[in-house]
């Protein structure tokens, strides 16, 4: 495993990336920025949802059970309209499929074109929030869920849709989603060399691009080890998409350590109930295509031991974009040799740079 540094310089901000050169792809983990957040979706990231067996088996079946004879509503349906096109195949008796980014509505509409259910299906350009429809859906899928939970919109989302356009009693999928955390140190993850994978270089780029500056950019693991994770676990996000919960947030949660080693930090994942019985979907025990997230707490990893407790403090603020969330971890680790504090504010498009040391490591050198 080699680190090199790669520079990138925008808005007034030079950074130096480091760059892992030798990518682990599934076989040891891998550093990303989180991009579920970005209208960055591109082939290969269609590609890695579109081919995520339990997630597209979970969803599916939870649609199946509802959709027929139904008006169903698909927010971010994608370039391959797959719950669109699955709810028109099981009986819908109209579907409504918004997607905001133009190169994949594109895409979906030359699908739509060839698709036999194209008779039943509006493809609308836009957002959910600028969306109008003729009568109020009794079905809405939203597949809106990021690395945490709420990352992508989702709450704000089915908080428009169920003022304006959902049914009083209509169906969300996915049903709820759980944001879990666990002490872990993101160093002893990468006993080789910590750096951004080679693969996620041009996602990072762009997400800068987009931001208009390099940032303390929201980072995720794909493929961790679960033994990994040091402490006890506790859910810092309990979603409801019943238009009920608030968009900002507060939890407090005590996680305790259950065997010895460093921790700098927390990971998170989430666990996800499509609805109607199925399964719950683990992003850290089961192999699909979200990844958990990392937030940063201690600049220097403090060694604990088994029993020493980490209280947490996770709040969720909606971002000066009204839709995507930020959020601000306090945390205290309570050990035999003292207590030590640590925090974490992790922001949907910065501006912080250089807040912690491993983002003054992985972006400044």
Not at 57 to 74: E, K, Q, S, Y
Not at 87 to 111: L, Y
Request: glycine share 8%; proline share 6%; hydrophobic share 40%.
């Amino acid at each position: 495993m080699t680190i090199d540094r790669v520079a990138y310089a925008r808005g007034g901000r030079e950074v130096s990336i480091a760059v892992d050169t030798d990518p682990g792809r599934g076989i040891r983990p891998d550093l990303w920025p989180s991009v579920g957040e970005y209208p960055l979706y591109d082939p290969f990231l269609y590609y890695s949802m579109t081919h995520d067996v339990l997630r597209n088996d979970a969803f599916r079946a939870a649609l199946r059970r509802v959709a027929g004879g139904r008006t169903v509503l698909d927010i971010g349906t994608g370039q391959d309209l797959n719950w669109a096109l699955e709810a028109a195949r099981h009986g819908a008796r109209a579907v409504h499929a918004v997607e905001a980014i133009e190169r994949s509505h594109a895409k979906a509409a030359e699908r739509l074109a060839r698709a036999p259910q194209r008779d039943r299906v509006e493809l609308v350009h836009g957002t959910s929030f600028d969306l109008t429809l003729p009568e109020r859906a009794e079905v809405c899928v939203a597949e809106l869920i990021g690395s945490i939970a709420s990352a992508e919109g989702m709450l704000a989302a089915v908080s428009d849709a169920r003022a304006r356009l959902l049914a009083p009693d209509a169906v969300v999928i996915p049903a709820a989603c759980r944001t879990i955390a666990g002490a872990v140190s993101l160093r002893d993850m990468f006993p080789d060399g910590l750096g951004f994978s080679r693969d996620a270089l041009p996602y990072l780029r762009k997400v800068f691009d987009l931001c208009g500056r390099p940032f303390d950019v929201r980072l995720t693991v794909s493929s961790p080890d679960p033994a990994s994770v040091l402490s006890s676990t506790a859910a810092v996000e309990t979603l409801r998409f019943d238009g009920s919960q608030p968009l900002d947030e507060k939890t407090d949660q005590r996680l305790t350590a259950e065997r010895d080693g460093a921790v700098d930090g927390l990971l998170l994942w989430i666990v996800l109930d499509a609805g109607d019985g199925t399964r719950p979907i683990d992003s850290l025990h089961d192999r699909t295509s979200w990844t958990p997230a990392y937030l940063p707490l201690f600049d220097t990893p403090v060694e604990t031991r088994a029993g020493d407790v980490l209280d947490v403090t996770f709040e969720r603020r909606t971002s000066d974009d009204g839709v995507h969330p930020d959020y601000l971890v306090n945390a205290s680790l309570t050990t035999s040799t003292g207590t030590f504090e640590g925090s974490s504010v992790s922001t949907h498009h910065g501006p912080d740079l250089g807040t912690n040391a491993i983002y003054r490591y992985l972006l400044i050198g």
